[in-house]
């Protein structure tokens, strides 16, 4: 387990929050699954809930505000040092903002945005509030990606909007790029499976780190989630696609001999 005290880099995905109909639903369920301690706010924050470990945030679960239609999905949000310069850049390259750039209180200033695909994701400017806290342990954030239906244009758009440099690793069928910041892998950007319904649009997703991929999918189903397929080995670790109890998708991911444990895995 690993401490961050400091604002991210630009371009670092530093933040994921999810936005449900029924928070508390939501709190239960991955309390049971990733052992988290959810810290509600007040009612200036909306009730916002900040999942813990050690005492230290690593997501965020909020209600959907009262008469407003907003997918249930996990948002990444990557870090920026000044929102507005963010927001311009991302329109002049052919995104869209379709979450003004908002102050939320002290903590930071943020936006969202879809790419030239469609793909949704948050932009964070910190204040207080400078992102995750904790990496390498279970229950915290593992990989974010987005699988585009625009693989071409989105891996452009990224490139131009964040100064990302790319490791194209695709073959066999299988287009994906990681996203590199001053050499270090970030992220990943894909072109979305040709096997994946029609009408699932480009998007982020977000991986969490667990200590047994086989075992959490068993606990997501007792916790009245689902998991899609079954989990398979990689290069980077035992995975497997989860549903939560609300229709939510993420993956869960585990160090496995392929993988090894990242740097500060607590044995």
């Not at 400091?6 to 933040?15: L, Q, V």
């Not at 939501?26 to 301690?37: H, I, K, N, S």
């Not at 806290?133 to 974010?144: D, F, H, K, L, R």
Request: net charge negative.
């Amino acid at each position: 387990m690993l401490f961050h005290d400091e604002p991210w880099p630009d371009g670092t995905p530093s933040w994921v929050d999810l936005m449900v109909p029924d928070q508390a639903k939501a709190v239960a369920f991955y309390r049971g699954l990733l052992g988290w301690d959810v810290q509600a706010g007040g009612e200036e924050t909306g009730f916002y809930g900040m999942a813990m470990l050690q005492g230290r945030p690593v997501a965020g679960i909020g209600q959907t505000p009262a008469g407003q239609e907003m997918p249930a999905v996990w948002t990444t949000y990557l870090s920026v040092s000044d929102v507005d310069k963010a927001a311009a850049a991302i329109t002049e390259a052919g995104g869209r903002i379709v979450v003004p750039v908002m102050d939320v209180m002290k903590e930071g200033r943020m936006a969202v945005a879809t790419d030239p695909g469609g793909a949704a994701f948050g932009l964070w400017e910190p204040g207080n509030h400078t992102g995750t806290q904790v990496t390498a342990a279970p229950g915290t954030s593992a990989w974010n990606e987005c699988m585009s239906r625009d693989y071409p244009a989105a891996k452009a758009f990224y490139e131009k909007v964040f100064g990302y440099g790319v490791d194209d690793i695709s073959g066999g069928g299988f287009t994906y790029s990681v996203l590199l910041l001053g050499g270090r892998p970030i992220g990943g950007i894909g072109g979305m499976p040709t096997d994946v319904p029609s009408e699932v649009p480009s998007n982020w997703s977000v991986y969490f780190w667990v200590a047994d991929a086989d075992a959490s999918a068993a606990k997501a189903v007792e916790l009245g989630g689902r998991a899609v397929g079954e989990p398979f080995d990689s290069p980077h670790g035992r995975q497997v696609r989860l549903v939560d109890d609300q229709g939510v998708p993420f993956l869960v991911i585990a160090p496995n001999e392929q993988s090894g444990k990242p740097e500060g895995w607590d044995d």
